[in-house]
C-alpha cells in the first residue's frame, strides 16, 4: 500500500466566468443605481418628490375656490384702472360727466380700452393661478387644442345656436316679451356705425370674448368647483358666474333704479342655454378649444346679423 502522501495532489477544475448582468439587473445580481438621462428618471428610480412652490411645500396642484373667489377683487382693481382710463379718454374725446352719465352713445375709445383690459384681465388671472399653484394650463384647465377639435366646436355651435333659440323663444312666450329688440346686446355694435373703433368692438366680441371666457368660466370656475363637489356643481357654478355679465342694450336699470326686465330675463335664459352647452362640450373633450372655437362662431353670427340689419354689412 503506498502511502497517502505519495499521492497527487487533487487539480481544480477550471471555473468559467459569470455572464454580464442582464439589463435592469436580474435575480442574483445587485440592482444599479439610479441615474438620471437629461434630468429623467428611468422607472427603476424613486419618484421625484411633489412640485412645490410658493404655497409652503403644498402638492401641487392645490388651486380652488379661493382663487375663484379672488375673480373679484381682481375685476374690482380692473375696473377701477378702467375708470381712471376713462376718464382720460374722456377729458381727450371731450365727453363731459354729463354724457357718462345718460345714454349719449360713447366714443369708441371708451367703450373698446376698457373692455379689452378687463377681457386681458380674466383671460390672464387663470394662467397666473396655474403658475402660481397648478401643473401647467393645459392640466389644470384644459387649455389644449386637437384638430378634431374645429369640427367639434362646429357642431356645438350649431347646438348651441338652436337651444339658445327654443330657450329664448319659449322664455319670451312666458314673459310675454312685446318687443324682441329688448333681449338684445348689440348696442355697442349698433352705436358706432361708420366708427373705425367698430373693429376693435368685433375683435373683443369675437376673440376677445371667447378666449377670457372660457378661459376663466369654463376653466378655472368650472373645474375648481368640480374639484371640491363634482362635475355637475361644476357646470352649474360655471352658469350661475358666467350668464350674469351679459346685459340687454336696456341694462338692469330703469330711471335709475334696479329693474330686471322681461328683455333681461330672456336674454339670460338665452346665455345659460349657450352657456350650458358649452360646458358639457368642454367637460366631455376635457379640453377648451371646442368651446373656444364654438364661442367664437356663435358670437360671429351675432356679429354678421346685427351688422346685417343695421346695413353695416351688404
Known sequence: MTDPRDWPAPTTPPVASPPPPPPGGGPGWPAPDPVTIDGATPSNAPPPPPLSG?????????????????????????????????????????????????????????????????????????????????????????????????????????????????????????VDLEDDAAAENTALLTDLEGSPWLWGVIFMVVIGAPFAE????????????????????????SQLTFVPIHFADGGVLVDGRLAITDGQIVLWATIAALGLVLAVVTVRTERLAAAIVAHILINGVGVIGALEVFGEIR
Not at 365727453?95 to 369708441?108: E, H, I, M
Not at 371640491?228 to 352649474?236: D, E, K, N, Q
Open 214 to 237: 372660457e378661459v376663466l368660466f369654463r376653466g378655472l370656475v368650472l373645474r375648481a368647483v368640480a374639484k371640491r363637489w363634482g362635475v355637475v356643481a361644476g357646470v352649474i357654478g
Open 54 to 174: 410658493s404655497g409652503g411645500g403644498r402638492t401641487r396642484p392645490w388651486w380652488g375656490i379661493g382663487d375663484v373667489l379672488l375673480v373679484i377683487p381682481l375685476t374690482i382693481v380692473v375696473l377701477a384702472v378702467g375708470f381712471v382710463v376713462l376718464a382720460v379718454l374722456a377729458s381727450i374725446e371731450g365727453v363731459s360727466l354729463d354724457d357718462l352719465a345718460d345714454d349719449t352713445p360713447l366714443p369708441g375709445s371708451m367703450l373698446v380700452i376698457p373692455t379689452l383690459i378687463q377681457q386681458a384681465a380674466w383671460f390672464g388671472w387663470p394662467f397666473v393661478v396655474s403658475r402660481w399653484k397648478g401643473i401647467g394650463p393645459a392640466a389644470d384647465w384644459g387649455w389644449a387644442f386637437k384638430p378634431a377639435d374645429l369640427g367639434i366646436g362646429l357642431g356645438t355651435a350649431m347646438i348651441g345656436l338652436f337651444a339658445a333659440g327654443a330657450v329664448g323663444a319659449a322664455t319670451a312666450a312666458i
